[in-house]
């Protein structure tokens, strides 16, 4: 109880006896008093004097929600005007009574203490949400990581395996090829042709699972798969970058390799567009890509749908370097993509 006034605190009290409620009551006068009571403890409720010699009420109820916001607060006070009662709940009160009318004590106190445990629970889902996004997020950060890894695996499998095996078969057949059995010749030049095709197609899902170009440069890689998006679709692409070399991670080179990577996939297969612009901007520390269409843009009711994972997957890959990925709207049309990453990694933030 927040009272100045032994009195006082001996009327609420009885009146509380006489409503069948058996409190066991603390009384203090000033903010130090009130903030070491909180701090041991165990309380279900503060009644708290309006006018005080030292502080307020508003200042009480202050220092209660932020040193137990779950707690329950009642202003009892023997003058306060409406806009100061209206004042002290809009403050973080549950309730005010005036000290000549406290017919009603027990209810709002049983009122205010059933609102704090509802602030509890709200609290605890709450807190048990955010540690379930971040949980989620951390996962699906780890996902992408991991996927990554397993291409890299898989590209150096085809490459070192795959790739060598078929090149061994090439030359058997090129042996065979230059026998003098015509039909054998000619089997033999037709399985070279299937086998230059495989050799292809080999080469072509090692670039896509783990780009060697990237060893070149991020500015040739992001080229290089702008030129292969061109040739593919047949959409015309503007490249625009402000500086053609810099240091930067190979994890941050992969994931704006990726961003570009994604974008032009989902430009190619929702946006309906007719062109499209990307940008890379070096900047201080910071790397800045940008892709934007003039499609039809991204619905709303869609972008919680399977089509939006890629994009989901790549903005917690981003964040969990430190970056920052955003998708809206372009500004007469389209779809705008903006990635933000750091040209080095940041151990704490890997952490």
Same mark, same amino acid.
């Given at each position: ?40 403890? !165990?309380?279900? &409720?503060?009644?708290? *004097?309006? /006018? ?5 009420? =508003? $200042?009480?109820? #202050? ?101 060598? !095996?078929?090149? &061994?078969?090439?030359? *058997?057949? /090129? ?5 003098? =059995? $015509?039909?054998? #010749?000619?089997?033999?030049?037709q399985a070279q042709q299937q086998l230059s095709e495989l050799l292809a197609a080999c080469q072509r899902i090692v670039r896509r699972l783990r780009p060697p170009i990237l060893d070149t440069g991020l500015v040739p890689a992001l ?61 201080g520390d910071e790397l800045s890509l940008e892709i934007s269409d003039d499609g039809i843009g991204i619905p709303a009711d869609t972008r919680g749908r399977g089509a939006s994972f890629g994009l989901r997957g790549l903005a917690e ?35």
């Amino acid at each position: 109880m927040v009272e100045d006034s032994e009195i006082d605190h001996d009327m609420l009290l009885l009146t509380l006896q006489r409503q069948q409620v058996l409190a066991e009551c603390c009384r203090v006068e000033t903010e130090a008093e009130l903030r070491i009571a909180l701090a041991q403890g !165990g309380w279900h &409720a503060v009644i708290s *004097d309006y /006018n005080l010699p030292t502080f307020s009420g =508003d $200042e009480a109820v #202050r220092v209660v929600r932020e040193c137990a916001p779950d707690l329950a607060v009642i202003i009892v006070s023997g003058a306060i005007g409406e806009d100061k009662a209206v004042a002290a709940m809009r403050g973080g009160a549950d309730d005010y009574l005036l000290k000549g009318s406290l017919a009603r004590l027990r209810v709002a106190l049983e009122n205010a203490m059933d609102a704090a445990r509802s602030r509890a629970r709200r609290r605890r889902v709450e807190r048990a949400l955010l540690e379930s996004r971040q949980q989620l997020r951390a996962l699906s950060a780890h996902l992408q990581t991991t996927i990554e890894d397993e291409r890299q695996q898989i590209a150096r499998e085809l490459h070192d395996e795959i790739g060598s !095996g078929l090149t &061994a078969l090439r030359y *058997d057949l /090129n042996w065979i090829a230059r026998r003098e =059995d $015509e039909p054998l #010749r000619k089997r033999a030049e037709q399985a070279q042709q299937q086998l230059s095709e495989l050799l292809a197609a080999c080469q072509r899902i090692v670039r896509r699972l783990r780009p060697p170009i990237l060893d070149t440069g991020l500015v040739p890689a992001l080229e290089w798969q702008i030129g292969e998006f061109r040739s593919r679709y047949g959409l015309p692409v503007s490249f625009d970058v402000n500086r053609a070399r810099f240091d930067i991670d190979d994890e941050i080179a992969l994931i704006t390799y990726r961003g570009l990577q994604e974008a032009l996939t989902n430009i190619a297969r929702h946006a309906h567009a007719s062109q499209v612009q990307a940008s890379l901007v070096i900047s201080g520390d910071e790397l800045s890509l940008e892709i934007s269409d003039d499609g039809i843009g991204i619905p709303a009711d869609t972008r919680g749908r399977g089509a939006s994972f890629g994009l989901r997957g790549l903005a917690e890959r981003v964040r969990s370097v430190g970056g920052l990925f955003e998708v809206g709207p372009g500004p007469r049309a389209g779809t705008v993509v903006l990635i933000n990453l750091p040209l080095r990694v940041s151990h704490e933030v890997l952490a």
